[in-house]
C-alpha cells in the first residue's frame, strides 16, 4: 500500500515538479525509510522553495537525526525566521518548540 502511495505521488510530482506540497509530501513518504531519499527532496524545497515553511521543521529534525548538528541548528533558526515573515504563528511555535528540545539535546 505504502508503494503504491509513493507511485501516485511521484507521478503528481513528475506532472507538477514546481508545486512545493508535491515534492513536500514525497519527502515525508520517504522521512522513515530512506533518509538519502527524503533529505534530497527536503534539500530541494529549502533551495527551490525556501517560503515553505514546513519544510524546516522535518528538515532539520533529520539532519539532527544524522548528526549534522550544526546544518540542524542553522535550518532551525531559518524556519523560525521564514515563520515569523510569514506571520505563521503555528509553525513558529512549532519550530521554536523544537529547536528548544534540539539545544537541550545537544547541551
Known amino acids: 500500500m505504502q508503494a503504491e502511495r509513493l507511485k501516485i505521488l511521484l507521478e503528481y510530482l ?3 515538479p514546481n508545486e512545493p506540497f508535491n515534492i513536500y509530501a514525497v519527502a515525508m ?3 522513515n525509510k530512506d533518509n538519502k531519499q ?3 527532496y527536503l ?3 529549502l533551495s527551490e522553495h525556501p517560503d515553505y515553511v514546513p519544510t524546516y521543521y522535518h528538515a532539520a529534525a533529520l539532519y539532527f537525526e544524522l548528526d549534522e548538528i ?3 541548528k542553522q535550518t532551525y533558526e531559518l524556519g523560525i525566521e521564514k515563520a515569523q515573515q510569514k506571520q505563521n504563528v503555528k ?3 512549532e519550530l521554536k518548540r523544537a529547536y528548544r528540545m534540539f539545544l537541550d539535546e545537544i547541551e
Open 14 to 16: 513528475a506532472e507538477e
Open 29 to 31: 513518504e520517504y522521512i
Open 38 to 40: 527524503a533529505l534530497f
Open 43 to 45: 534539500k530541494k524545497l
Open 70 to 72: 550544526e546544518k540542524a
Open 91 to 93: 509553525a513558529f511555535d
